[in-house]
């Protein structure tokens, strides 16, 4: 079952499943991510809420999570904020501005990318999805 997650959140290595990504505590596991150089364009979902607290705090920060997790369809940022609440936005980030401020982009999976920190400046913009 953990090949058929639509997410690929998880992986089979030596016998043994494991999460690739989202913990939520420091655990002895050490996940080699690929850094990503290509990506132009990532999105992250979240309430109008938490927007006011990523912009007046500085950025989007993995607060309970190692990473930072964004994604490379809008539609995905979509699913993950409706979850959190009904006001959702969804904010277009560029990579090329993480990677010149020293952030790798790490590929979590095939839809899934990491980053330790969003600074505000590399928010290029925000779109309310129509439900």
């Known amino acids: 079952m953990a090949l ?3 997410k690929g959140r998880f992986e089979v290595r ?4 494991r999460a690739r990504y989202g913990h939520s505590k420091s655990l002895n ?6 850094i990503d ?10 309430t109008k809420e938490a927007l006011v607290r ?5 950025g989007i920060k993995p607060m309970n999570r ?5 994604v490379l369809d809008p539609r995905d940022a979509y699913e993950v904020a409706i979850r959190h ?7 277009r980030i560029n990579a090329d501005c993480l990677r010149k401020d020293g952030y790798q982009v790490l590929t979590a999976t095939d839809r899934i990318r990491l980053v ?8 290029e913009s925000l779109t309310k999805p129509r439900n």
């Open 54 to 58: 990523i912009m007046r705090e500085g």
């Open 116 to 123: 330790d920190y969003v600074p505000p400046q590399c928010i």
């Open 66 to 70: 190692k990473y930072v997790h964004l």
């Open 14 to 17: 030596d016998g043994m499943i």
């Open 85 to 91: 609440g009904d006001d959702v936005v969804i904010l």
């Open 37 to 46: 150089n290509e990506v132009k364009t990532l999105y992250h979902g979240t």
């Open 29 to 34: 596991v050490n996940i080699k991510y690929e």
């Open 4 to 6: 058929l997650d639509p």
